[in-house]
């Protein structure tokens, strides 16, 4: 259908029924519906706040899929491996799309929220005073101590 549909109310009823987990398919399926692309231009287009609206519902979609793998892996009358095949795929969605949330944390590189600093400077030895000397030999006599009680 065409973008002349919106109505703050159907954009409301998309956001409610997104966040209560359905996918955007398939609430655009339903007779009178507007189309995905009609929908997800509204966002784009930021028509009358609904940017702001449909992120949310995204967001609580997650939350609501995340609700939704506990139910499924309590349900001891379905086969395990269609159990697992539900639970997989909304895990590996929600890792995609929220992915600080949802996903593997693995660091390897500086993030803007997470840099990773280097905490040393490259020293001579022979600039030191005595009593820094006497601090490194002395952290190094802790370190070797402690490895000797492990």
Not at 44 to 64: S, V
Not at 77 to 88: A, C, G, K, N, T
Request: proline content about 3%; overall charge negative; hydrophobic content about 40%.
């Amino acid at each position: 259908m065409n973008d002349t549909l919106y109505t703050r109310e159907i954009a409301d009823e998309i956001c409610r029924r997104i966040a209560e987990g359905e996918s955007l398919r398939s609430i655009c399926r339903d007779a009178g519906s507007p189309s995905e692309g009609t929908v997800r231009g509204w966002a784009r287009e930021d028509r009358d706040g609904f940017a702001a609206k449909y992120r949310i519902a995204r967001e609580l979609q997650l939350d609501y899929w995340a609700d939704e793998i506990v139910d499924v892996a309590d349900q001891g009358d379905r086969d395990p491996r269609d159990r697992q095949v539900r639970i997989d795929t909304r895990k590996w969605l929600m890792s995609k799309l929220g992915p600080r949330r949802y996903g593997d944390r693995l660091l390897v590189a500086g993030e803007a929220a997470s840099p990773l600093r280097v905490l040393h400077e490259q020293v001579a030895v022979e600039t030191l005073s005595p009593a820094q000397l006497e601090a490194i030999a002395a952290l190094a006599s802790a370190m070797l101590a402690k490895r000797g009680e492990n």
